[in-house]
């Protein structure tokens, strides 16, 4: 059982590492982002309010995330979660730290994924989805490799995030530095804090990971 977050901007490629991890290791992807994302299609009271707060860039409330991870937690088995984009506040971390000791687990290892601000604009605004199986693509680090089509489904929905604008970034990247990045002291002091190289390619930061995870027991 290895539990481990993946921590960095918005951009920094948490997503496509997580995936890796679930193909290579076998491990349960947790995303607030694609969780959320699918409370807003679901035409509910929560999914409408949560859909304005995200195409702002804003972050949801806590309460709302902890209540999605908990549910998670509580009924998805797995030898060992990524948690992907959360926690992303203090309250959220205390919160995780409390719901793995309830069911007997901890936190293994904090990879803080380090990109700098004008790499991310980059990252963002380059950035679009497989709307079935969820690849995460880039117009030039990684596109498809046959023009509107996804290599590991054969789909052709092809997705852009509605808040992946240079905008709504700008309001994720003070959102991360006023409210995430004390994360980054917070598990530095638990001693649970493995900085790495994001700007490095995919497969580069992907070993960095697995070196971190190798080096837990
Ligand atoms: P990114 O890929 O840019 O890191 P995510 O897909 O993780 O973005 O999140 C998209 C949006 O969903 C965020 O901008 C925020 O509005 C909301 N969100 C996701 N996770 C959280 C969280 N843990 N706490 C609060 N809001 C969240
Ligand atoms: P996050 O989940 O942290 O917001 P993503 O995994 O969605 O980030 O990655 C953001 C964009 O950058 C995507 O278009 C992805 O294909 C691309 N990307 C991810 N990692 C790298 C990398 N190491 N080098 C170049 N591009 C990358
Ligand atoms: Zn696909």
């Given at each position: 059982?290895?539990?481990?977050?993946?921590?960095?901007?918005?951009?920094?490629?948490?997503?496509?590492?997580?995936?890796?991890?679930?193909?290579?290791?076998?491990?349960?992807?947790?995303s607030?982002?694609?969780?959320?994302?699918?409370?807003?299609?679901?035409?509910?009271?929560?999914?409408?309010?949560?859909?304005?707060?995200?195409?702002?860039?804003?972050?949801?409330?806590?309460?709302?995330?902890?209540?999605?991870?908990?549910?998670q937690?509580?009924?998805?088995?797995?030898n060992?979660?990524?948690?992907?984009?959360?926690?992303?506040?203090?309250?959220?971390?205390?919160?995780?730290?409390?719901?793995?000791?309830?069911?007997?687990?901890?936190?293994?290892?904090?990879?803080?994924?380090?990109?700098?601000?004008?790499?991310?604009?980059?990252?963002?605004?380059?950035?679009?989805?497989?709307g079935?199986?969820?690849?995460?693509?880039?117009?030039?680090?990684k596109?498809?490799k046959?023009?509107?089509?996804?290599?590991?489904?054969?789909?052709?929905?092809?997705k852009?995030?509605?808040?992946?604008?240079e905008?709504?970034?700008?309001?994720?990247?003070?959102?991360?530095?006023?409210?995430?990045?004390?994360?980054?002291?917070?598990?530095?002091?638990?001693?649970?804090?493995?900085?790495?190289?994001?700007?490095?390619?995919?497969?580069?930061?992907?070993?960095?990971?697995?070196?971190?995870?190798?080096?837990q027991?």
């Open positions: 059982m290895l539990n481990i977050i993946l921590l960095g901007p918005p951009g920094a490629g948490k997503g496509t590492q997580a995936r890796k991890l679930v193909e290579e290791r076998g491990m349960v992807q947790l607030t982002g694609d969780m959320l994302r699918a409370a807003r299609t679901s035409g509910t009271e929560m999914g409408k309010k949560v859909a304005e707060v995200m195409d702002k860039g804003q972050l949801v409330t806590d309460e709302i995330v902890i209540g999605l991870i908990e549910e937690l509580k009924t998805v088995k797995a060992g979660f990524i948690f992907d984009g959360f926690p992303r506040t203090l309250p959220q971390a205390d919160a995780l730290g409390r719901l793995l000791a309830r069911n007997g687990q901890k936190l293994n290892a904090v990879v803080e994924m380090r990109v700098d601000d004008e790499a991310l604009v980059a990252r963002i605004t380059g950035r679009y989805t497989c079935e199986c969820g690849e995460v693509y880039h117009d030039t680090t596109p498809t046959v023009d509107g089509t996804c290599d590991e489904c054969g789909s052709t929905n092809l852009r995030r509605a808040d992946d604008n905008d709504s970034l700008r309001t994720r990247l003070m959102e991360y530095y006023k409210k995430t990045s004390p994360l980054i002291g917070y598990y530095y002091h638990q001693g649970d804090l493995f900085p790495i190289d994001g700007l490095a390619e995919i497969d580069k930061v992907s070993s960095q990971i697995n070196g971190v995870i190798d080096h027991n």
